[in-house]
């Protein structure tokens, strides 16, 4: 690759940016393009576009809330922002906290006269490692929205997915916020197998491009696991559907690597040799963004013409928008 290309962009109204979540799960609406051909549908109907021999993989990894809203004992008020779990260190924390400079190792930080949480040394990426002097710590925090909504959210519990079962990300795994129990039992139905993989979503996935070509941008790691009988699964399957582009993450770095279990870095950009994945489920994506970079790579440049559509069709965009079903033809 020749290291001259640039992010891929277009132009997104901030009407199309969906600031609340749709009142039922299944209703939003989904964009197909499968096969070469394009057609309208809804989430709920992701049943009867699937059959025997497809796999359905989600990301069962849960949101955290990782903002927290504290002081210090004399009163001085400070942030943190948990990051992710540091394994091996049961209620230890990568987090960012602010002000930095007046956290020195070994400070406490307090909500009202309960200690929560006592600040350590950086990390090699400069970040803090925190301790949890509780064992409750997310009674203290709330949730860290996405940059781009603009309003706290009605129900938490509108930013996990149904199936949400292992705590460790900062940030949803938005195209799953869509699917209900209902809806997979569908698809279970059709004859398809659902099965899962964790991807601990970092606020990485909200960072744009800034650099002038998408091979200077320095990709943010996560830490994921693919369970052997998901791999199995996936290995037999006659299309791997994944849901959202963190399953797409976990799979295909599960593929390039050769292990199920650690960290990833995998930048998927074009030119990549998707070994693992069919079709994908997925949200639609900011503009200059390492997702989009990940949808031009999977299905090709045309995902302009899907995203041009969609704008014209009222689609919702962003992490509380509509969706969409591709696979590589579907936007070639």
């Known amino acids: 690759m020749s290291g001259t290309m640039l992010p891929p962009d277009y132009e ?38 699937l059959g ?10 849960k949101v955290v809330p990782a903002r927290l809203a504290l002081h210090k004992a004399s009163g001085g008020a400070a942030e943190v922002l948990l990051l992710e779990p540091l394994p091996g260190s049961e209620g230890h924390w990568e987090a960012l906290v602010r002000p930095g400079r007046r956290l020195p190792p070994g400070t406490v930080l307090w909500a009202g006269s309960e200690a929560v949480v006592e600040v350590g040394e950086r990390t090699a990426e400069g970040n803090r490692v925190v301790r949890a002097l509780t064992e409750d710590l997310e009674r203290f925090g709330a949730l860290a929205l996405p940059p781009y909504i603009h309003g706290p959210l009605q129900d938490p519990e509108r930013y996990q997915t149904v199936y949400a079962d292992r705590p460790g ?7 799953g ?21 964790d991807l601990a979503v970092g606020l990485g996935t909200f960072r744009p491009i800034k650099q002038g070509a998408v091979e200077a941008h320095d990709m943010h790691s996560e830490r994921y696991h693919v369970p052997e009988e998901t791999w199995a699964a996936c290995r037999h399957a006659r299309r791997v559907v994944a849901v959202g582009t963190t399953t797409v993450r976990a799979l295909e770095a599960a593929g390039a690597s050769g292990q199920l279990s650690g960290r990833t870095d995998l930048f998927i950009q074009p030119g990549f040799d998707f070994g693992v994945v069919d079709v994908l489920l997925t949200n639609f994506h900011q503009p200059r963004s390492t997702l989009l970079v990940l949808l031009e790579a999977f299905a090709g440049p045309g995902w302009r013409r899907l995203y041009s559509s969609a704008l014209e069709e009222g689609y919702r965009f962003l992490s509380f928008g509509d969706a969409m079903l591709v696979d590589r033809t579907g936007a070639a």
């Not at 109204?13 to 809804?42: K, M, N, T, Y």
């Open 12 to 49: 997104l109204p901030g009407s199309s940016i969906a600031q609340h979540p749709l009142e039922q799960r299944d209703a939003a609406r989904l964009l197909v393009a499968l096969g070469g051909q394009v057609s309208h549908a809804h989430v709920r109907d992701l049943p009867v576009l």
């Open 169 to 175: 990300s900062v940030a949803a795994p938005t195209a």
């Open 177 to 197: 916020l869509h699917l209900t129990h209902e809806v997979l039992e569908g698809c279970r139905r059709a004859g398809a197998v659902v099965v899962e993989v």
């Open 52 to 61: 025997p021999g497809d796999v359905v993989v989600v990301n069962t990894s």
